[in-house]
């Protein structure tokens, strides 16, 4: 039995604003006329079900995701969960009660997750509140979590009769270990935001407030750099998680190879070698103006004089 009827408001069930804007700690825009460049900002909407991940939603969620990911005007993604209260709080338990085995294998909404992982633009999750079940696997499907200080975390399934079944087991397994995924998976308990991040599986935990503003400010920096080299980063990476690692090494190399040749390799390097800034070239333009890193981020820096720094200073 399938049972994806999708509500009248569909289109509302994922927010999409592109480019996004900067937020304050209200959450709310603080200048609509200074978009954050390159950067896409999702949001799930379903705050009266903690966002809760209908086939519907989730089916909407990869339509989304994915034609950003078609749109050269969008170099980072940051997916987050409308309210302050949840991420998302699972799959939708009302929906799943009534699926079969042969249901869930022929549901287009179940591969929502795959989906979203898939893209190759890099993507954050700005997770407030819950992420449990679902939600969790959503947002370790993105490449990096911001974490707010009231987020916590669960794969509580075991307590539905299940097990996580949208990448829980496999990618919380290789974030964190064998032997805490297992704790974690087996008795369903609730992770807080400190101890998710000492377990390595957020990026970075911030004041709930400043969740989304730090998430964006971070797409940012991302979006500033080489796009192709971002892209070529995030595809190895990723491949470090889906292969062994002489696998992954091979992968690596090729695409390490295949940057040879591009506009912003010569660029960046020739840059390195003038003691100069990078002037990257903006998505779609043989050759253009420079792609302006914010103010704050990793992005390009003013170079000094080689020699002047040492090793700790991160440069190279
Ligand atoms: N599915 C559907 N509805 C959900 C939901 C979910 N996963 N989580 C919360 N909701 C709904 C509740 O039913 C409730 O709706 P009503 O007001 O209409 O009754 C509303 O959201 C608010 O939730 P609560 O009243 O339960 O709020 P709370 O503060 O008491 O508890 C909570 C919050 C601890 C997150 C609790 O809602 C909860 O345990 N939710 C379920 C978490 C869960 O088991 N997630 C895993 C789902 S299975 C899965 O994800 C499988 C997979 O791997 C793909």
Redesign the pocket.
């Known amino acids: 039995m399938a049972d994806e009827t999708p509500p009248d408001n569909t289109a509302d069930l994922v927010l999409v604003e592109h480019p996004a804007l900067r937020r304050g700690e209200d959450g709310r825009p603080t200048d609509p006329t200074e978009p954050v460049a390159g950067v896409a900002l999702v949001i799930l909407n379903r705050p009266?079900?903690?966002n809760?991940?209908s086939f519907a939603l989730l089916l909407r969620l990869a339509e989304v995701v994915e034609a950003l990911d078609e749109d050269p005007a969008c170099r980072a993604i940051v997916i987050t969960g409308a309210g302050t209260r949840?991420f998302a709080?699972?799959?939708?338990?009302?929906e799943?009660s009534i699926q079969t085995a042969e249901s869930l294998g022929a549901s287009p909404g179940f591969r929502g997750w795959d989906r979203v992982a898939a893209v190759a633009t890099p993507t954050i999750a700005a997770v407030r509140g819950?992420a449990?079940?679902?939600?969790a696997?959503l947002a370790l499907a993105c490449d990096m979590i911001v974490a707010g200080d009231d987020a916590a975390f669960g794969q509580?399934?075991i307590?539905?009769g299940?097990i996580?079944?949208?990448g829980?087991t496999q990618r919380l397994a290789r974030a964190i270990g064998k032997a805490r995924a297992m704790e974690l998976v087996l008795t369903g308990r609730r992770v807080p935001a400190a101890e998710a991040e000492r377990l390595g599986f957020v990026t970075r935990v911030v004041p709930a407030a400043l969740t989304l503003a730090t998430a964006l400010d971070l797409a940012a920096a991302v979006a500033a750099q080489p796009t192709e080299a971002v892209r070529a980063a995030v595809a190895a990476i990723r491949t470090a998680f889906e292969t062994p690692l002489a696998d992954g090494l091979t992968r690596e190399r090729d695409l390490f190879r295949g940057l040879f040749g591009t506009e912003d390799q010569a660029e960046g390097m020739r840059a390195f070698l003038e003691r100069r800034d990078p002037r990257w070239r903006a998505p779609g333009e043989p050759s253009g103006p420079v792609v302006a890193a914010p103010e704050g981020s990793a992005g390009p820096v003013a170079r000094a004089p080689r020699g002047s720094a040492g090793p700790a200073d991160g440069a190279h």
């Open positions: 009266r079900a903690l809760a991940l949840a709080a699972g799959a939708d338990v009302a799943l819950y449990l079940g679902g939600g696997e509580p399934e307590n539905l299940v996580p079944g949208a829980g």
